[in-house]
């Protein structure tokens, strides 16, 4: 079946703008993830949710980030006034039923995008 | 297309004895991260080694990279009940491109 996809793949803005990505989980997944990599760092957490309520916001860097989810289905994080640090491969990933479910359960990742601030 | 294998699938162990998690890839990484993931908590990143031959230490935890990077090896000693959860590799491959790969990843359980 089809697996976590997310778009766009890369995005080049220019410092100052808002950017917006987006996640599709595999179908019927309640957990969503997202995580930022920057270069030469490994996996940041930022923020889950659990159908469309976010338990957890304090992994955000900032308050220029912030993400919905809609439909328990479809996640966007929205970067406001982007900044150079800002510039990172962003991750989704998607499971069952989430970290309030399941002790065992297996995140499955996107593909990433790669947001370029110049 | 190049993946990251790991082994075991599934650990348990008793607490107080040491556990070794391996990550192989066919192919020369460019960089290879080690993350675990906590019940209640997102992935929590561990530490990244980039170099061949390199051995970084944390805490009771210590990751090795093969000389020719395609192989790293994470071991606990003295393993504590804190220290279940998943353990997942990641990597970026080496040909260039910022698509990251991840192993399986192992759960562990430590009895107590």
């Known amino acids: 079946g089809a697996g976590v996809s997310q778009s766009p793949s890369n995005k080049v803005t220019e410092k100052g703008k808002d950017v917006e990505l987006r996640c599709d989980p595999i179908s019927g997944h309640t957990a969503l993830y997202w995580y930022r990599q920057s270069l030469g760092q490994g996996l940041e957490f930022l923020i889950y949710f659990q159908g469309n309520s976010a338990p957890d916001k304090s992994g955000l860097p900032s308050d220029r980030f912030s993400a919905e989810r809609t439909g328990g289905s479809v996640s966007t994080l929205t970067i406001q006034r982007t900044q150079q640090e800002d510039s990172a491969v962003y991750l989704c990933?998607?499971?069952?039923?989430?970290?309030?479910?399941?002790?065992?359960?297996?995140?499955?990742f996107g593909p990433g995008t790669r947001l370029l601030v110049l | 297309s190049q993946e990251l294998e790991q082994s075991p699938q599934s650990l348990i162990v008793q607490e107080g004895k040491n556990l070794t998690i391996n990550c192989t890839s066919s192919k020369t990484l460019y960089g290879l991260y080690w993350y675990k993931q906590k019940y209640g908590e997102g992935l929590i990143f561990l530490m990244m080694l980039q170099k061949g031959g390199e051995e970084k230490s944390h805490e009771k935890i210590t990751a090795k990279l093969d000389e020719k990077k395609q192989q790293s090896s994470l071991h606990i000693t003295a393993s504590q009940p804190s220290h279940a959860g998943i353990y997942l590799c990641?990597?970026?491959?080496?040909?260039?491109?910022?698509?990251?790969?991840f192993g399986t990843g192992t759960r562990l359980k430590v009895l107590a």
């Open positions: 990641g990597a970026e491959p080496y040909s260039g491109t910022y698509k990251y790969i």
């Open positions: 990933a998607s499971s069952e039923v989430g970290l309030a479910g399941a002790e065992w359960e297996t995140q499955y």
